[in-house]
């Protein structure tokens, strides 16, 4: 039987006074949300799994009520809509679950003058199926490790990721782009957004990354593949990853979500299969 095991980790980090991240996990089939029995471990054919990972932004501001909400208002709209019967309600379900976010962000922040200014970035993933259903915002990223190959999945919504996809500045050069946490995107400071979905068919083996830039910035993706490819149990995997970007320095809140796609009935990659994104 197919199934996926997950875990999530939120960590304060070395520098910040308070965590402003926040993730949710739910079992969307059951109803069933935290880290419990009935989420961290679901068969795929029976089950459609929704994982989130938000980081807000705001300090002051309350940068952690926006992401609590950003997570809260994802999860509860996706209910509404629920069961989903086929991929088009899946993504019709995610895309509604951001915009209602977005909504729920900017009318605390209006109805609260000392929160005006605060917002999130979200990057959440159902799972339907073997398919992998992924809604974006911002700079949090989506990974999706095949083998020993680390694909990032989603575009970062900030003024570096517009200039890594023109073309005009490396991967490498990024991590010290005076302007790298400028975001060209987030929940609840724009009326209207533009969320990037992406759709790839899951294989065996398959193990879904959701990250804050907490872990990103402090870590390459080199080391990050590295530690996912050491530790496979989703548990130990998350506490390495934020373990990892704390030594590293821990600038920011962390945030890491593990998926981890095993069993019969999905299929087995074709020698080195790339990831393909629909």
Request: proline share 4%.
């Amino acid at each position: 039987m197919a199934r996926i095991e997950l875990f999530a980790r939120t960590e304060i980090g070395c520098v910040r006074e308070r965590n402003e991240d926040a993730f949710v996990v739910a079992n969307i089939s059951s109803g069933e949300r935290g880290l419990r029995p009935g989420t961290t471990l679901q068969e795929l054919e029976r089950g459609v799994t929704l994982v989130g990972v938000c980081d807000g932004m705001g300090g002051a501001a309350a940068g952690d009520v926006a992401s609590r909400l950003a997570a809260e208002t994802m999860y509860e709209t996706i209910m509404v809509a629920a069961p989903l019967r086929d991929s088009l309600a899946v993504q019709e379900a995610l895309l509604m679950a951001l915009l209602a976010a977005n909504t729920a962000i900017a009318d605390h922040a209006r109805t609260h003058p000392g929160k005006r200014g605060m917002g999130t970035t979200t990057t959440a993933a159902v799972v339907y199926g073997y398919e992998l259903h992924i809604v974006h915002i911002g700079d949090s990223r989506a990974y999706l490790r095949r083998g020993r190959s680390l694909t990032q999945l989603t575009t970062d919504h900030s003024i570096v990721g517009q200039l890594i996809a023109a073309g005009r500045l490396a991967p490498e050069q990024a991590r010290s782009y005076e302007h790298r946490n400028v975001l060209l995107q987030a929940l609840g400071v724009q009326p209207r957004v533009g969320p990037e979905m992406v759709i790839a068919q899951l294989r065996a083996g398959d193990v879904l990354l959701l990250c804050s830039d907490g872990l990103t910035g402090p870590l390459p993706d080199d080391i990050v593949l590295e530690l996912m490819l050491r530790y496979e149990d989703p548990v130990r995997c998350c506490r390495a990853l934020t373990e990892a970007a704390c030594a590293a320095g821990g600038p920011d809140n962390v945030t890491v979500a593990i998926a981890r796609f095993t069993g019969e009935g999905l299929q087995l990659p074709q020698g080195r299969e790339e990831v393909a994104l629909e």
